[in-house]
């Protein structure tokens, strides 16, 4: 089953600007993950937020986490067509074990 | 350096026909081992999850099965191949605690 929802579904924005992404959860969690993937490639793990933090950056990512809202959102800031591709969250849930559950993911298009 | 292999990358079988797809990892010792299907647009949607050699989850009743035979094969297997098999298979693995999963490159199967 689907642990996350993500917001939207799909995204079509310029190169430089900044591109958001949201994600709902619904059950607690020991730490939520995003990940990219192009078309038709594997996925590509992109940053990982714990239970207990609330924003994270890497690069030009930034990742927060509301535990009491079960969201979490995805920046990525000053897009490049070259960050054009699906991208998902992922949470293991607590006491889950390591197992990840997949959000349906939003398709994002940067044109030049 | 860890790596996954996974093939064949594409596969068209008929209805009916065996399958047996295979994920090998490289440079890391007892992962947690994993079999996720993707469908058209879609989410992944796990199949199933190994911690150790022989030992196999099965996350959802469907017409496939996996084996580990041994600690770094994974093996995803049909007997008969359905229309409904047909999707993008990715492998990946993980180790325990707040790490990412690294995942292979996938292999599209069409069954017709």
């Known amino acids: 089953s689907q642990q996350g929802e993500e917001d939207p579904q799909a995204l079509s924005i310029q190169e430089g600007e900044n591109a958001t992404m949201n994600c709902s959860y619904k059950t607690s969690i020991n730490n939520l993950q995003w990940y990219r993937q192009n078309s038709g490639r594997g996925l590509v793990h992109l940053i990982l937020?714990?239970?207990?933090?609330r924003e994270k950056h890497s690069g030009r990512l930034r990742v927060t986490l509301d535990t009491s809202k079960k969201s979490s959102s995805l920046l990525i800031t000053a897009s490049r067509a070259a960050d054009t591709a699906s991208y998902f969250c992922a949470t293991v849930p607590r006491g889950g074990g390591n197992k990840l559950t997949f959000g349906t993911g939003t398709q994002l298009k940067v044109e030049l | 350096s860890q790596t996954i292999h996974q093939w064949p990358a594409t596969l068209v079988q008929p209805v009916g026909s065996p399958l047996s797809l295979e994920c090998t990892v490289e440079?890391?010792?007892?992962?947690?081992l994993y079999w996720y299907r993707q469908a058209a647009g879609r989410g992944l949607q796990l199949l199933f999850y190994s911690v150790g050699i022989g030992q196999i989850s099965s996350e959802v009743p469907q017409n496939l099965s996996a084996s580990r035979p041994q600690d770094r094969q994974f093996i995803l297997s049909s007997k008969k191949l359905l229309l409904s098999d047909s999707g993008f298979y990715l492998c990946?693995?993980?180790?325990?605690?707040?790490?990412?999963?690294?995942f292979g490159s996938g292999t599209r199967l069409t069954v017709v």
């Open positions: 440079g890391t010792s007892n992962p947690n």
């Open positions: 937020i714990r239970s207990n933090e």
């Open positions: 990946a693995w993980s180790v325990l605690g707040p790490y990412g999963y690294t």
